[in-house]
């Protein structure tokens, strides 16, 4: 299942699920990963690749409001909750993220149409009205992730836009 590839605990997809259950609560997730880690990776060194993970970190740390939780998924991925947020506002934050990333302006040779640091993102939001559960909220935003980079990455995207 999705949620035990996290690494998260269980606890904080249970509250957001019976805050949107009991109370109408919404929670968007963002699911972003880094653009051509890999050929980061192999251009550069781990070390380097490491270097740029812990700037991402902080990046995505220092753009998060008051409320947000952001999570590394593991390996180049992160996972981003917002609480309380309408899907057109997590697309908004979404792309201060995605902004915030870019505007550091590491280089990255290996990035063949930005030649710096920069991520993709997908966004999906929990909502009672919908009915769906963690896991298909979760993979939701991950199946937008990959759209993201199907159209050219460093984009946000949702999974059913056109």
């Not at 990035?111 to 559960?133: F, Q």
Request: proline content about 2%.
């Amino acid at each position: 299942m999705f949620l035990e590839e996290t690494g998260l605990d269980y606890r904080i997809f249970e509250n957001i699920s019976a805050r949107a259950d009991r109370y109408g609560h919404t929670c968007c997730a963002v699911m972003c990963d880094v653009d051509f880690f890999k050929a980061y990776n192999d251009s550069k060194d781990h070390l380097a690749g490491d270097e740029v993970l812990e700037a991402v970190s902080r990046a995505l740390m220092n753009t998060a409001r008051s409320g947000d939780q952001v999570y590394r998924y593991g390996g180049e991925e992160f996972l981003i909750l917002l609480p309380e947020q309408s899907l057109d506002d997590g697309l908004a934050a979404a792309e201060r993220y995605r902004q915030a990333i870019e505007e550091l302006a590491i280089p990255h040779d290996s990035n063949p149409t930005d030649h710096v640091v920069t991520i993709s993102a997908g966004v999906a939001v929990l909502s009672h009205s919908e009915g769906k559960s963690v896991g298909a909220w979760l993979n939701e935003a991950d199946a937008a992730l990959y759209r993201a980079k199907q159209l050219g990455r460093n984009q946000v995207t949702r999974i059913d836009a056109e």
